[in-house]
């Protein structure tokens, strides 16, 4: 049964606490996605104990097994074709660049609400610690971590790219340990080769941190640490590339700013190397 079956089956049970609750959660799903109990209530203005409740009523174990169901559905409603023929189809009057600017900045806020700094924070001194940073990307994510990368080689880091076919990628992890570092990059859906290279990762003892959407909180094995928030206004419309570029460059600028003798004394080497090579 889908979410909606299911409230659809229960709709004589259900109070208006639990119908301010559901009215929040359909208004935005790719959002309420990410939310946890005790910040839906606080989004909805209802007790924290109806979170739990209205789970119950509808057949879940408690409110993650819910938000799992939503997560789930969100991901199924992202064929590329339909999400542009929905993006397309509600925009008036042709003005697309508006319509997109008001979208971006929707998805920025959100953002701000799913990625705490401290989780930032974190990200960036486990990164400026590692011995060697490698970066996964495949498809889609293959821009992004491109960016990231040269970033840190800017900073001065030891940096590996894990793109392309599975056996390309072992190759580079032969020599891994637990001094380095694994970022991933994967959005939409789970990369074939996300799974045994963050299990590999945990065997040597790196550690491993996820940048996705709303795919993150499904990808198994669970990263060390994951930076996720959804990539639009809502997961069947056109999923931008604004949300993952700015968790990276809020990485890169943390970093800088944490670890701010190193870094720009790095910067200022690389400006006098720029200057014999030019």
């Given amino acids: 049964m889908t979410l909606i079956d299911r409230i659809k089956a229960q709709s004589k049970r259900l109070t208006e606490a ?97 990625v705490p700094q401290s989780d930032v924070d974190l990200a960036a001194d486990i990164i400026f610690e590692g011995r060697r940073v490698f970066v996964f990307g495949q498809g889609h994510a293959q821009s992004v971590a491109g960016f990231l990368q040269r970033r840190l080689d800017r900073f001065g880091m030891t940096t590996i790219a894990l793109t392309g076919r599975g056996r390309d990628i072992a190759e580079r992890m032969v020599s891994m340990d637990k001094s380095d570092v694994v970022i991933a990059l994967a959005f939409r859906k789970q990369p074939q080769s996300y799974a045994p290279l963050v299990q590999h990762a945990r065997r040597v003892g790196a550690r491993t941190i996820l940048i996705s959407d709303l795919a993150g909180p499904l990808m198994e094995p669970i990263a060390d640490l994951m930076l996720a928030a959804p990539r639009g206004r809502s997961g069947s419309e056109f999923q931008t590339p604004t949300i993952p570029f700015a968790i990276v460059n809020g990485i890169v600028l943390t970093i800088a700013g944490r670890h701010e003798r190193e870094v720009i004394g790095r910067l200022e080497k690389l400006s006098e190397l720029f200057n014999d090579f030019d």
């Fill in 18 to 114: 639990d119908q301010k609750l559901i009215a929040t959660m359909l208004e935005n799903r790719a959002e309420a996605a990410f939310l946890s109990g005790p910040q839906l209530s606080q989004r909805a203005s209802v007790h924290e104990a109806t979170v739990t409740r209205l789970a119950q009523k509808l057949g879940y174990r408690g409110f993650p097994d819910l938000r799992a169901q939503l997560q789930r559905e969100v991901l199924d409603d992202q064929d590329a074709a339909t999400r542009m023929r929905r993006s397309v189809a509600k925009v008036e009057h042709g003005d697309y660049l508006t319509d997109l600017i008001a979208a971006e900045i929707s998805a920025l806020e959100t953002l701000a609400r799913s």
